[in-house]
């Protein structure tokens, strides 16, 4: 069973909220991971990018596969059938409901972005099994109450829930903010619940130098954090093993051929007491 926008949004509205001028977070990261759906903007500031930070394809790419494998140990380890999904992005493989219907059917998904390019590709993250359920809420991340509220018309809240903010936070400048909105999403959510972070990180000369020219695009800015602060986003919380760890070396699958690579970007998952 699959659910639209919790309020339809015409062809035309989305159409008009739709800036092709200015590079734009969801379609970048969408031509690093080799999608189809960004702007001749998105793909000139990233070759710029490629240019100045080559590491940043592999950030991309292996954050995507930390997705994966957070949610099938989610599903698969913990029992886990209910995931909120917090600045989504733009459709790619493996997307989390697809992950996690693979293990377990009945799994109930819900995807929450505010970008209109990403509400356009909405049905693509609403394929749901019979057995489960998707939905798509056009909401707002500086509104957790009122995401964790519209979500439980599609998830039962008395029981737990996986809560996903991947390469998302970045985009709240104040870190003490950020800290907050993460902690209102977690507060609506039951013991038992997990949180699952990920995001870039200010581990070398050349990350920061890829964020400062992608801040200077034109583009709504992107902030990467120290692991320290990825760190605090886990504060009251259980730390699964191995805790805060890049994202290619937290639980690596057999044969994965890039657990000993080096990216500037680190993961946690956490399991609220």
């Not at 039962?156 to 970045?170: C, E, H, K, Q, Y």
């Not at 609506?188 to 699952?196: H, W, Y």
Request: charged share 20%; hydrophobic share 40%.
């Amino acid at each position: 069973m699959s659910d639209h926008a919790s309020q339809p949004v015409s062809a035309d509205e989305i159409r008009a909220r739709i800036d092709t001028t200015k590079p734009h977070s969801a379609r970048f990261w969408n031509y690093f991971v080799g999608g189809k759906d960004n702007y001749q903007v998105d793909q000139e500031i990233g070759d710029q990018i490629k240019q100045i930070f080559p590491g940043l394809v592999d950030v991309a790419l292996t954050s995507r596969h930390f997705l994966g494998r957070a949610v099938h140990f989610l599903a698969g380890e913990q029992g886990i059938r209910q995931f909120l999904d917090v600045g989504t992005g733009l459709p790619t493989a493996n997307n989390t409901h697809e992950v996690a219907q693979r293990v377990a059917p009945d799994s109930k998904i819900v995807y929450v972005d505010n970008d209109p390019l990403v509400l356009a590709h909405a049905r693509a993250l609403l394929t749901s099994t019979p057995e489960g359920r998707t939905a798509y809420l056009d909401a707002d991340l500086y509104e957790p109450e009122a995401v964790v509220k519209a979500a439980s018309a599609t998830l039962d809240l008395s029981r737990p829930v996986a809560l996903m903010i991947l390469n998302t936070l970045g985009h709240v400048e104040d870190y003490e903010r950020a800290r907050s909105l993460v902690g209102r999403l977690m507060a609506g959510l039951p013991s038992g619940s997990f949180l699952v972070i990920s995001d870039s990180t200010s581990t070398s000369e050349g990350m920061i130098a890829a964020s400062e020219a992608y801040n200077a695009s034109g583009a709504v800015p992107y902030y990467v954090r120290s692991i320290d602060e990825i760190g605090g986003f886990f504060d009251g919380l259980e730390l699964v093993e191995p805790g805060i760890a890049q994202v290619t070396k937290w639980r690596p699958e057999p044969g994965y051929s890039e657990k000993e690579l080096a990216v500037d970007a680190y993961c946690a998952v956490g399991r609220k007491p």
